[in-house]
């Protein structure tokens, strides 16, 4: 089993910043894709970034793409999401998971994902 656990979430203002961090213990975290979904109140939950297990290759959601980035330290066994330009639509419930499946795709939505965090909370203020 491999236990993902979330942390950095917090409120700020749009034009803001957060980065968000994803603590990965009990597996080697360096042979997982790692993904970012978040969950807004009455939403369904939603693809953010996805990283490939060397970081060579990525994939983002339209609606971020230019202002997040997704990377990881295996040596640290920790990924992150540099989140920037924050907007108010971007409160959500944010979540990380990995997945042991091919980087194709597929990773973009749930479905593959083995493993999942309890979540952080971010909340932007217009």
């Known amino acids: 089993q491999m236990q993902v656990v979330e942390s950095g979430g917090g409120l700020v203002q749009a034009g803001g910043s957060l980065r968000l961090s994803c603590a990965a213990s009990?597996?080697?975290?360096?042979?997982?894709?790692m993904g970012w979904f978040r969950q807004a109140p009455g939403k369904e939950r939603e693809f953010v970034a996805a990283?490939?297990?060397?970081?060579?290759?990525?994939y983002y959601a339209d609606s971020v793409k230019g202002r997040f980035a997704i990377s990881r330290d295996n040596g640290k066994n920790t990924g992150y999401l540099q989140m920037n330009s924050l907007k108010p639509e971007d409160t959500a419930v944010y979540y990380c998971?990995?997945?042991?499946?091919?980087?194709?795709?597929?990773?973009?939505?749930?479905?593959?994902?083995?493993?999942w965090g309890q979540g952080t909370q971010v909340t932007v203020s217009s």
């Open positions: 998971a990995a997945t042991i499946r091919s980087f194709t795709p597929v990773v973009r939505t749930a479905a593959p994902y083995d493993y």
């Open positions: 009990g597996r080697t975290f360096s042979g997982y894709a």
């Open positions: 990283v490939s297990w060397g970081a060579s290759s990525t």
